[in-house]
């Protein structure tokens, strides 16, 4: 019963993280929330004052970051240089800004390699923008996850630390240029790997889609 990879990639709000979170649970693998790497950076950068334009200098900090991902009561805790941002790492300046970051070639070859690592021995449920295509092209079963974009900002809305911060409308208006961005940029873009099952989770449930992608694990092994 040999352990695989599972890489699940889709835009923002799809569901991601919550149904990576229980099929890594289900099978007794380990979660990977690639998102939260990034959004560490760019706290980091945000702190120092350091704009994405600066290259070299948001490199040069970036590798001597310590992101560590770990298991914690109420999912993923994330410490950045040993402290906790689980919660910081979710605010709107965030969100309006890791995107530009994440556009930096140098910094997301970084970012790779640490995710390859953390996969090297399998047993991995992975999520993000470029799992499938680029981080993990050999992952034995790979998943883009989309739902509508109203849909997908209820759902972030609704998992928001701070929601008093925004508004429904505006937050719809924010994952959609996120998207954007995400989709247009020329480093690894987020795309449907070809070999990638797609599910639109507009109108399913979470346990609905975790079932569905444990399914395809099963049909894998
Ligand atoms: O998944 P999450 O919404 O937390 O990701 C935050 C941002 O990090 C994305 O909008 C994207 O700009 C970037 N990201 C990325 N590649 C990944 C994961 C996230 O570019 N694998």
Redesign the pocket.
């Known amino acids: 019963n040999s352990k695989i990879n599972i890489a699940i990639d889709g835009p ?1 709000g799809a569901g ?2 919550t149904v990576a979170r229980m099929v890594a649970g289900k099978l007794g693998y380990v979660y990977v929330d ?3 790497m ?2 560490a950076v760019t706290l980091r950068m945000l702190e120092l004052g350091i704009p994405p334009e600066n290259e070299d200098k948001v490199l040069q900090v970036a590798r001597d970051m310590v992101i560590e991902l770990k298991p914690g009561e109420e999912g993923q805790k994330v410490l950045l240089d040993g402290k906790d941002v689980t919660e910081q790492i979710r605010s709107t300046g965030i969100n309006a800004n ?2 530009r970051y ?1 556009q930096i070639e140098g910094l997301r070859a970084l970012m790779v390699s640490l995710q390859r690592q953390m996969a090297l021995r399998k047993g991995v449920v992975m ?5 499938g295509t680029t ?1 993990l092209p050999t992952a034995e079963v790979k998943v883009f996850m989309t739902a509508a974009v109203e849909e997908r900002a209820r759902r972030r809305f609704q998992e928001m630390k701070d929601p008093e911060s925004t508004s429904l409308e505006q937050l719809t208006r924010d994952i959609a240029e ?1 998207d954007r ?2 989709a247009e940029r020329e480093v690894s873009p987020l795309r449907q790997a070809s070999d990638a099952v797609l599910l639109d989770t507009t109108r399913m449930t979470i346990s609905e889609v975790s079932e569905a992608i444990v399914s395809l694990c099963e049909a894998y092994g």
């Open positions: 923002a991601k993280s690639t998102g939260a990034y959004r890791v995107s994440a999520d993000g923008r470029d799992i981080v996120r961005l995400d």
